[in-house]
């Protein structure tokens, strides 16, 4: 599945965009400045996503990757 595969799927099954994600994920405090906090490990991310979204492991990684800048809106 695309990069953009996973966010269509994504935003289809919790309504939620990846600005969303970054600003639940500020709120929560993972991240700060728009930016991952070094301590804040993937495992942490998509513990998160699971229990609140439901998502399964990849889609999970896949706002991880957004979050940690690895991805954007604009990846493949």
């Given at each position: 599945m695309?990069?953009q595969?996973?966010?269509?799927?994504?935003?289809s099954?919790?309504?939620k965009?990846?600005?969303?994600?970054?600003?639940?994920a500020?709120?929560k405090?993972?991240?700060?400045?728009?930016?991952?906090?070094?301590?804040?490990?993937?495992?942490e991310?998509?513990?998160?996503?699971k229990?609140?979204?439901?998502?399964?492991?990849?889609h999970?990684?896949?706002?991880?990757a957004?979050?940690?800048?690895?991805?954007?809106?604009?990846?493949?």
């Amino acid at each position: 599945m695309s990069f953009q595969g996973y966010l269509k799927t994504i935003k289809s099954k919790t309504g939620k965009e990846p600005a969303d994600f970054r600003r639940i994920a500020e709120e929560k405090g993972f991240t700060a400045g728009g930016e991952l906090k070094p301590e804040v490990k993937a495992g942490e991310i998509t513990k998160w996503l699971k229990e609140d979204f439901e998502l399964g492991q990849g889609h999970a990684m896949a706002i991880y990757a957004l979050l940690k800048g690895l991805k954007n809106e604009n990846s493949d």
